[in-house]
């Protein structure tokens, strides 16, 4: 182990468990009780101030949520001397609807100086303590990142590192039959191809192309925005030795499954390779199913042909022939789609893992069509991404329209004549003022709206952030910045709920993810630097559940317990934002 090796593994291991096994008052994980300047005659209040739980940079923009008390001032208390060392007034009340809650805000910012801090209010418990430092999410990112190396297929994951949270290989891949829904003649039903690799999508064991469409570019683009942050970066993975970058071998685990899920003979991708129904909760290497790849569709094309054609890109530096690989990749992909431009997935009946059906396959074209211009410089792939009927949203994975706005702007000034640059930057920049509206009207001093608390609604809240910081790198922008700064906020600790939504980073977290290794390795904390998919007004699970939801309101429609598969799942589409935004937060708040 070297020294960079000792740093990391430090912070991603070893200071979130005491974090979380001290919590932030003593041991026990419990609120502290009113402190004695806290209590007068003021009538005790009913709620908790709600905070990020890690902290901020000294530079950023600094929110704490405050139930509706009769003070009219905050103060900021050193956590270890006790000492008073901010007061500010705070903000009148407001009611943010997706949580029926009435609150107030205190606003921070100015106070830039370093250490650990609670927030206090006559009349209500301090809140949690949090930190102000500098190298603030060095250790959140990369336990964001390391997730998905502890999400690896195909693995054994040896102690040195993934420490107590070894376990056996799983899933080889290496005898993969063809479903009847995927036969052609070449590769006819019961064909055994090999696909190895690659990450497990979620709490399940199964790798769907869709899916790793988006999570894999929003790894890509964390890269490719910020080189030099993820250059310096030791996760302690395997290839940690080697010349790639950490992120860059750690992406490559999945990229070359995903290489194996395109035909050979045609460029068409299979749309997933899956068992034929969810593992009970069980270890990787516990199951041993039959797998199969299932239809070839043109949504898990163009994905691949996207993300191939930012992986040519991001590679080429490090390795030409791999990165004439995957463009050639990119481009029979995208020659099938345009031959198949209509495909879409249907579920064959005999297969009951998740879906990731999309009927809507224009964001998909447009995405692809954006990504091959970008690296091939070809002007037809530019026409035909249809920009000015292309509009920019929030991403998800349905919807990636704004993966190809969020590539063209970071190319902005390398792009060829044919590329309007003017409609590139106003693309971004009105969804970023769009969010920032949102951001300014929240009670809540946050851009989700009723309608964001879906499946995975944290990973809304950080697809916005992203499309915010977007905004900021174009002009500098500081409401874009300060935005997406109140996103991670609320997903680490300043929600409805409490809860600091990323396993070990935070002082309440989540402790029973809908994560198949994390409930069945008999070790109590769940793995750390996941991200729980959070608060869904859908609340699917709940007759599956033996615990009630504790409310109906969309932002408080959460259950940490294993049963939650609609509120406390993982997936690699959720971690992959926070990675981006974790990282980007750390680089882009002025030092
Ligand atoms: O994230 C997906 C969500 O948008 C869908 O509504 C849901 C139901 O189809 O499926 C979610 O994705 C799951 C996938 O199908 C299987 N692996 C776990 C994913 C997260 O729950």
């Known amino acids: 182990m070297n020294l960079r090796t000792i740093y990391l593994s430090l912070f991603t291991l070893t200071l979130p468990w005491l974090l979380v096994a001290c919590g932030s008052n003593g041991g026990d994980g419990r609120q502290p009780a009113p402190s004695s300047s806290s209590s007068s005659s003021v009538a005790p209040a009913s709620g908790t101030i709600k905070v990020n739980q890690l902290g901020f940079l000294p530079a950023a923009h600094k929110l704490a949520v405050v139930p509706p008390v009769s003070a009219d001032s905050f103060a900021l208390i050193d956590a270890s001397t006790g000492n008073e060392v901010y007061t500010g007034n705070l903000g009148g009340a407001a009611t943010w609807a997706p949580a029926g809650d009435s609150v107030r805000l205190a606003d921070f910012s100015s106070f830039t100086t370093p250490g650990e801090y609670r927030v206090r209010v006559v009349g209500i418990a301090d809140s949690n303590r949090f930190r102000i430092a500098q190298d603030i999410y060095q250790p959140l990112n990369g336990a964001a990142i390391k997730a998905f190396y502890f999400n690896r297929a195909s693995t054994a994951l040896l102690e040195s590192h993934a420490g107590v949270y070894a376990r056996a290989a799983g899933h080889p891949d290496t005898n993969v039959q063809v479903h009847a829904s995927a036969a052609s003649p070449e590769r006819p039903e019961g064909t055994v191809i090999q696909a190895p690799k690659g990450w497990y999508d979620a709490g399940d064991y199964n790798k769907y192309i869709v899916n790793s469409g988006i999570s894999t570019y929003s790894l890509l683009a964390a ?10 970066q030791n996760l302690n993975i395997p290839e940690s030795d080697n010349t790639l970058p950490d992120l860059l071998d750690e992406i490559l685990w999945n990229l070359e499954w995903m290489l194996d899920m395109q035909d050979p003979n045609d460029g068409g991708v299979y749309h997933k390779l899956t068992d034929k129904e969810f593992d009970g909760a069980v270890m990787p290497h516990e199951t041993g199913t039959q797998r199969y790849v299932v239809q070839k569709g043109t949504s898990a094309t163009l994905n691949f042909a996207a993300v191939m054609a930012v992986a040519s890109r991001v590679y080429e530096p490090f390795n030409a022939e791999l990165s004439s690989e995957m463009l050639a990749a990119a481009e029979s992909a995208w020659a099938w789609a345009q031959a198949n431009p209509g495909v879409t997935y249907t579920q064959p009946a005999d297969i009951k893992t998740g879906a990731y059906g999309d009927a809507t396959l224009t964001d ?45 702007a970071h190319h902005l000034s390398n792009l060829t004549e044919v590329a309007d640059k ?18 300014e009207a929240s009670a809540y001093a946050v851009p989700m709206r009723q309608q964001n608390f879906v499946w ?26 300060n935005a997406a700064q109140s996103l991670l906020d609320y997903v680490l600790g300043r929600n409805p709920t409490d809860f600091s939504f990323v ?15 994390s409930e069945a390795d008999g070790i109590a904390a769940p793995i ?19 615990v009630s939801y504790p409310s109906d309101l969309p932002a408080k429609s959460y259950l940490d317990h294993w049963c939650s598969y609609a509120s406390n799942e993982i997936a690699i589409n959720w971690n992959a934002p926070l990675v981006y935004v974790s990282g980007a937060l750390q680089v882009l708040t002025e030092q």
């Open 223 to 232: 890269y490719e925005h910020f080189p030099d942050h993820y250059q310096g």
């Open 364 to 408: 998909e074209h447009a995405w692809a069509a954006a990504e091959l211009y970008i690296t091939t410089g070809n002007a037809a792939y530019y026409n035909s991404m249809n920009p000015t009927q292309t509009q920019a949203t929030v991403p998800s994975w349905g919807d990636v329209r704004g993966l190809a706005w969020v590539s063209l």
């Open 422 to 439: 003017a409609l590139i930057a106003q693309r971004i920049t009105a969804l970023a003022d769009t969010l920032v509206e949102d951001w």
């Open 456 to 481: 995975g609604s944290n990973s809304v809240a950080l697809n916005q952030a992203m499309m915010l910081l977007q905004g900021f790198q174009l002009n500098g922008n500081r409401d874009y910045l």
């Open 503 to 517: 396993t070990g980073y935070g002082v309440k977290t989540p402790q029973h993810i809908h994560h198949r290794p």
């Open 528 to 546: 750390p630097g996941f991200l729980a998919g959070g608060p869904h007004a859908g609340q699917q699970d709940a007759s599956d559940c033996p």
